[in-house]
């Protein structure tokens, strides 16, 4: 099956595009993109694989799905278009970074994140507009996990970010010793207070990546 994503992802997850669970999900997202409204727009389902190619992931960070409000969603976990409102997470994550390094960011499009080798991954890459986790259960969690897999089995020294309960259960596809895993509550205001501030998690990310001989991250 022919699938328009970046040429590195693709000779890595060109198995996952031939088999069955490929066949029923593109079927069911294309479906849904003709006949109601979905975020993100279609041309940005495999953003975050397109800006950040397989041998450039330095960090990945892990959300659900995507922001269900139409004009939110951008192909990138917790990233929205500048000039909109920062979500709640993300502005708790921005409020993170600046008691982290002591820096403001004021743009709330990640896509600099995303080209220094920051791989914003949701682990559902579409849903309905205005129906949050509609898409989930479909089959895009085992495209993702096998992403997760095979990053952590091909490369090695990668921050994996994971961020709440959903997100931290995927630590069991990651080789710990290969690569760091940072684990704390979600930035959402439920449970940010919980244990995310305070978790610094982009010094760490950038401390190991020093460590390892990589080029930190410019999170501002």
Known sequence: MTVRIEPSWKQHLQAEFDKPYWTELTEFVRTEYQTTQCCPPARDIF?????????????????????????????????VPDGNRPQPSLQNIFKELESDLGVQRTRTDLSDWAEQGVFLLNAVLTVRARVAGSHAGKGW??????AIR??????????????????????????????????????????AHKGFFGSRPFSRANDYLRDSGKEPIAWA
């Open 141 to 146: 969690e085992t495209f993702t996990d096998t």
């Open 47 to 79: 953003r975050a694989f397109d800006l950040t190619p397989f041998d450039n992931v330095k960090v990945v960070i892990l959300g659900q799905d995507p922001y269900h409000t139409p004009g939110a969603a951008m192909g990138f976990c917790f990233s």
């Open 150 to 191: 095979t990053l952590s089995q091909e490369r090695e020294h990668i921050v994996f970010i994971l961020w709440g309960s959903y997100a931290i259960a995927k630590k069991a596809l990651i080789d710990t010793t290969k690569h760091l895993v940072i684990t704390s509550p979600h930035p959402s205001p439920f449970a």
